[in-house]
């Protein structure tokens, strides 16, 4: 059983920053790699931001510069620091991890959070 839970969303203006958090709890071994996406009304979900276990990042073109990516791994938590927040950046944010419930896993499993709603207003 393992479940993720986001938190940090909300209202903010445009320029803005807010900074999401992400939780995972229950029986992990380890987390491969967190990712947060997003999805906007009317638009497919997109992959904001990645990082690895070794703390690799990839961002998505539309939030470099901006956006920032960090985990703890004692913790089991992932953020996202975001930046200069504009409005076409509301969204639904989710964050997922890659999870290894047991250390005789060799491969990880995806799991998603609920979601956490930012709203940039303009």
């Known amino acids: 059983q393992v479940q993720l839970v986001e938190s940090g969303g909300g209202l903010v203006q445009a320029g803005g920053s807010l900074r999401l958090s992400c939780a995972a709890s229950?029986?992990?071994?380890?987390?491969s790699t967190w990712y947060w996406h997003r999805q906007a009304p009317g638009k497919q979900r997109e992959l904001v931001a990645e990082i690895t276990s070794v703390g690799n990042t990839n961002y998505a073109d539309s939030v470099k510069g901006r956006f920032t990516i960090s985990r703890d791994n004692a913790k089991n938590t992932v953020d996202l620091q975001m930046s200069s927040l504009k409005p076409e950046d509301t969204a639904v944010y989710y964050c997922?991890?890659?999870?290894?419930?047991?250390?005789?896993?060799?491969?990880?499993?995806?799991?998603w959070g609920k979601g956490t709603l930012v709203t940039v207003s303009s």
């Open positions: 997922a991890a890659s999870i290894l419930v047991s250390i005789y896993d060799y491969a990880g499993r995806d799991y």
């Open positions: 229950g029986s992990i071994y380890s987390i």
